[in-house]
């Protein structure tokens, strides 16, 4: 089985062996990171964390818009590891996972993937 | 007339009952960074006692991350003369995690305690549901909406349990055309259901996209059903006066054929009423968009909640964003009357601080009191949209005020004996929402 390493930022650097086939958030809860998590099944983004560094595998998440995932958005529920990476976790990591749409409008391309328009 | 069961004769005995003396608030920590349970909080509503005006209980969810939100009772006033039923059960489902926890608030009414757990994974194996919003109680069972599927693609669908809350299935035989759901309320005397629509649980649960209501992915349309049938017979398409169709109230007297509903984004009041054989609607209530002096976009009202008094005499509605309550006279449903208006929090800035105070969210759940003379109000929404539209309430949490309403010649005043700051729990920032009263409340007893 193909393991790969999870440095958290936020928790001073503190690094975990995931393996590549299960979700992020149970494998780093049964290791004890206390991580925030709702729906479990990738629509909520209750448990987003930013990643920094690396690579995952999100495509059962249906929560994120476009810009969340340029901004490094995962959802740790549904995401899995196929690199070593890098993560902040917790609402902690979420200075640009929400933003007031009267102040600040998606761009087309920016929405979700299902209604998104090709980047011009 | 007295009889055995849950509840009051009539709209106009519930008037007549004992004030409150407590009343249960959800509080929630999903969303707010601080890893703990979301809580039902007794909060002491009796201005004789020493602990007027703060939670004197908090029971906390077995597990983290369920979103409490709306909450349901067991039984109510449709159950008023069945001796074998008694108001003792509150429901709280939760919006993320698909548990409904059934809360004893009967034993000792001042410290609820948990009963039992139905668990979100087995209302998904069993009926494919996800994403609880409305509890209502039909006689001695118990129906929910669900916004999603397990999935959370809308349109979802009716959870029915019996008395002893056990899943009995789906309640409603088809959900017909219907796109999607939320609130429901039913008069059995004229056969019928309403229901509304917000959105997906995956569309509405990350945070509210605006540019999304443009591409239908939130709602605008009420359903009518058969209510014996458990169908949809007839739906309103509301269009652009009627984005986000969110709370649907009846008339509590069970005669009545008139009812309203808020669309939230649209900010308006939606009215309906039986005409012979004809369901017919308008819009009667319409609050511009204000100009945020820094913003692009205008900013609509957002009127999350509405409510009806027990004497069916006024409506009040909030806007969450603006930061006011209204107070409108409906004694004629077509021509409704502005009588009192409060400014509470809000984007405006016109009223940031409360009885000392500082407000983050504006108001947005209220319940009103049987007589009609005191609301009391919160100001969260919903985890992920509070994160967007102000930030500031993970750290100062939510507030509950208690505004004085007259009955009689309109009007409405905040207390300002009365303020409960959530930014002060004992875990950290918690944020309240909806309130129930263990005698029943406006939003909850239906008189068959």
């Known amino acids: ?120 | 007339m007295k009889c055995c069961g849950p509840g009051y004769a009539s709209p106009a005995e519930a008037v007549k009952a004992p004030s409150e003396k407590l009343l249960y608030t959800i509080a929630i920590y999903t969303g707010t960074g601080i890893q703990k349970p979301d809580y039902l909080a007794t909060v002491d509503v009796d201005p004789d006692s020493p602990t007027y005006s703060r939670v004197i209980h908090r029971l906390e969810m077995p597990g983290i991350g369920d979103e409490l939100h709306h909450m349901g009772w067991n039984a109510c006033s449709s159950c008023f003369d069945d001796a074998g039923m008694s108001r003792k059960y509150l429901i709280l489902p939760g919006v993320r995690s698909n548990n409904l926890h059934i809360v004893d608030t009967a034993t000792d009414p001042r410290a609820p305690r948990l009963h039992k757990v139905i668990d979100g994974a087995e209302i998904k194996a069993k009926t494919n549901l996800s994403g609880p919003h409305t509890v209502h109680c039909l006689g001695s069972e118990i129906i929910i909406s669900f916004l999603g599927d397990a999935k959370g693609e809308a349109p979802g669908g009716y959870l029915h349990l019996n008395k002893e809350f056990e899943i009995q299935g789906r309640w409603e035989n088809s959900m017909g055309d219907i796109k999607f759901g939320y609130d429901f309320w039913y008069q059995p005397r004229h056969n019928v259901m309403v229901s509304s629509e917000w959105a997906a649980p995956n569309t509405f649960m990350p945070g509210f996209d605006l540019e999304e209501v443009g591409h239908l992915k939130y709602g605008r349309e009420l359903h009518f059903w058969d209510f014996e049938k458990r169908e949809p017979v007839e739906s309103f398409y509301l269009g652009e006066d009627g984005l986000l169709p969110l709370e649907v109230k009846f008339h509590h007297d069970p005669d009545s054929t008139h009812g309203f509903c808020g669309a939230a984004l649209s900010t308006n009041v939606i009215h309906w009423w039986k005409n012979g054989d004809t369901w017919l609607w308008e819009k009667i209530i319409d609050i511009e968009n204000e100009m945020h002096p820094d913003w692009p976009i205008p900013l609509p009202g957002v009127m999350s909640a509405i409510l009806i008094s027990m004497d069916d005499k006024y409506l009040y509605l909030n806007n969450w964003l603006h930061g006011d309550m209204r107070q409108y006279d409906i004694r004629d449903p077509h021509n409704p009357k502005l009588t009192g208006q409060v400014f509470l929090g809000g984007l405006l800035g016109k009223a940031p601080t409360v009885n000392g105070v500082e407000v983050a969210g504006g108001p947005q759940m209220f319940q009103l009191s049987l007589d009609g003379k005191r609301l009391y109000v919160t100001t969260s929404l919903f985890s992920t949209w509070d994160n967007q539209f102000y930030p500031e309430i993970r750290t100062k949490g939510g507030v509950m005020v208690m505004i004085d309403c007259d009955p009689v010649n309109g009007g409405m005043k905040i207390a300002e004996d009365f303020i409960i700051d959530f930014g002060k729990e004992p875990n950290g920032p918690s944020r309240c929402h909806e309130a129930r009263y263990p005698g029943g409340d406006c939003t909850s007893d239906i008189w068959l």
Request: charged share 25%; with cysteine; glycine share 8%.
């Open chain 1, 1 to 120: 089985m193909t393991t790969h390493t999870v440095t958290i930022t936020n928790r001073n650097g503190a690094t975990f062996e995931v393996n590549s086939r299960r979700p992020l958030l149970g494998q780093l809860r049964d290791q004890g990171v206390d991580l925030p998590y709702g729906c479990e099944y990738g629509g909520c983004i209750t448990c987003a964390a930013k990643l920094t560094k690396g690579e995952i595998d999100q495509r059962r998440q249906v929560a994120l818009n476009n810009r969340q995932i340029e901004h490094g958005y995962v959802i740790l529920c549904v995401a899995r590891a196929t690199s070593d990476i890098t993560l902040e976790i917790g609402v902690e990591s979420h200075d640009k996972l929400y933003r007031n749409p009267f102040l600040d409008p998606l761009q087309p391309h920016e929405l979700k993937a299902d209604i998104a328009s090709p980047k011009v």
